[in-house]
Structures are given as C-alpha cells and as structure tokens.
C-alpha cells in the first residue's frame, strides 16, 4: 500500500489571484506577511496568528500585496477521513495557538535552509495536527498584536521603549510576559525576527545584502554580517550561496 500524501513548501504569494483544487489537503501557515485566502467562497485574512486548511477538492485561492511567506503542507486526503482531524475540516480558518506556533516557527527555520527530511516531517506533521485540533486556542497574549507587526516591518526603529508603549506595558512588564511567554528578552526576540527575515529575503530575492540588512533593521551591512556570524556561523553571501547551491523544490 502506498503512503499517504505529504509534502512541504515554502511560499510566496503575488497580487495576482489564481484559483486551484486537488485531490489532497493543504494547510496554509503563515510565517511572515499577510495572505488573503478564498476556499469556496468563504474568505479569511492569514498572518503568522492566523492558519487555514484547504479541504481535499476544494477550489481556494490566494493573494497579497505585501511581503509574505508560508509554509504549504500538503496532506494525503485518507488522513482525515475519520479521526479527530476531521474537525479541523469544519473550521477552515484557524488561530494559532502558542504551541503550534511555536512547532511552526521550528519547521519555518528548517525549511528556510532546506528541505526536511521525511522522517522529520513525518514526526512534525501529527504532532502539529493534533496541536491544531485540540480546540480554539486561548486568548492571544498581550504581546500577539506587538509580534505580528513586528514581524510585517522588522526594519522600523523598534527600541524596548517603543514595543513597551506599543503593547501599553512598563519596560519591565514588557521583558516579563516575553520571559513567560517566549522564555526570551524582546531585544533577542527581536534580533532573532530581523535574521529570520533577512535571511527569507538573501534566499528569496536579488536584493543587494545592504538594502536587506537596512530593510530588515539592522544599521549597516556590517551589522547584519556580525549578527548572522554570531548566531549561525555564517555570512550573508554564504547563505545566499549555500541556498542557490541548494534550492528547494519549485513552487
């Protein structure tokens, strides 16, 4: 018997809108960015907040005007032919809750170098299926709103002072829910934000590296050379040339 259906992507979407069904599921998470999506009528507004999942033959289709990447599962129909992902048919659109973000983020950071490999993905997907079913994701945090627009425009001035009076906290409340939260200070949240998307932009653009590392706030190419040694052992026209040397598959 043959295995079920799975397979992943990363995409990219344009302001052209293009229709599309298949014989398979797909779920659409955002990793930075914002997409518009239709599935048979009903449309949603997807951001790294917020998912959807395509029904096998459903005709959906998708656009956007601004930056914006997404992880694309594919999953065999036979997966939720019975079971308790059934219910994740029902609700096309979806929050995503902090546990399934945070199993996106992992594969986002995967897949930005290279394709997963089949056992990674084959132990990723169920565990985020069944994250997604357990029900409506609490509340978003105080910091959801602050997070998200962050990461649409990683290169604006943000200082602590600014993220705090964004989310309407003192400094100090500010680096406490980031530590409850995301066990990390919003300075390396954020220099961690600003690296994940430059390098989406080094490997997904022609853009020269000054103009990335400016768009992606850091102050000079300089800067972002220094960061991207420090915590990934490497340098921007090495990732740049290690991803061309290893491109994923077409889209």
């Given at each position: 018997?043959?295995?079920?259906l799975?397979?992943l992507?990363?995409?990219?979407?344009?302001?052209?809108r293009?229709?599309?069904?298949?014989a398979?599921?797909?779920?659409?998470?955002?990793?930075?960015?914002e997409?518009?999506l239709e599935?048979?009528g009903?449309?949603g507004r997807?951001?790294?907040?917020?998912a959807?999942?395509?029904?096998?033959?459903?005709?959906?289709?998708?656009?956007?005007?601004?930056?914006?990447?997404?992880?694309?599962?594919?999953?065999?129909?036979a997966?939720f032919e019975?079971?308790p992902?059934?219910?994740?048919?029902?609700?096309?659109?979806?929050a995503?809750?902090?546990?399934?973000?945070?199993?996106?983020?992992?594969?986002?950071?995967?897949?930005?170098?290279q394709?997963?490999?089949?056992?990674?993905l084959?132990g990723?997907?169920p565990?985020?299926?069944?994250?997604?079913?357990?029900?409506?994701?609490r509340?978003?945090?105080?910091?959801?709103a602050?997070?998200?627009?962050?990461e649409?425009?990683?290169?604006?001035p943000?200082?602590?002072?600014?993220?705090a009076?964004?989310?309407?906290?003192?400094t100090?409340?500010?680096?406490?829910?980031?530590?409850l939260?995301?066990?990390?200070?919003?300075?390396?949240w954020?220099?961690?934000?600003?690296?994940r998307?430059?390098?989406?932009?080094?490997?997904?653009?022609g853009?020269?590296?000054a103009?990335?590392a400016?768009?992606?706030?850091f102050?000079?190419?300089?800067?972002?050379?220094?960061?991207?040694?420090?915590?990934m052992?490497?340098?921007?026209?090495?990732?740049?040339r290690?991803?061309?040397?290893?491109?994923?598959?077409p889209?």
């Open positions: 018997m043959a295995a079920p799975l397979d992507h990363l995409r990219s979407y344009g302001e052209t293009f229709s599309d069904r298949h398979y599921a797909q779920l659409v998470l955002p990793v930075s960015g997409v518009a599935i048979e009903r449309q997807l951001d790294p907040l917020h959807a999942l395509v029904a096998p033959g459903a005709w959906h289709s998708q656009c956007s005007p601004v930056a914006n990447q997404s992880l694309i599962l594919d999953v065999g129909a997966s019975q079971g992902w059934q219910r994740l048919l029902e609700r096309p659109f979806t995503i809750g902090p546990a399934a973000r945070k199993l996106v983020e992992f594969m986002g950071i995967m897949a930005a170098t394709p997963p490999a089949p056992s990674v084959q990723w997907t565990l985020l299926l069944d994250t997604l079913t357990l029900g409506t994701p509340p978003a945090s105080r910091l959801a602050l997070l998200a627009r962050i649409a425009e990683p290169g604006l943000w200082t602590t002072e600014e993220m009076r964004t989310v309407g906290v003192s100090s409340r500010l680096h406490a829910l980031f530590r939260e995301h066990d990390t200070t919003p300075h390396d954020l220099l961690a934000c600003r690296l998307r430059a390098c989406e932009w080094l490997a997904g653009t853009q020269a590296v103009a990335i400016l768009a992606a706030g102050s000079e190419q300089s800067a972002l050379t220094r960061a991207m040694r420090r915590a052992d490497t340098t921007p026209a090495a990732y740049r290690r991803h061309r040397e290893n491109p994923s598959k889209q």
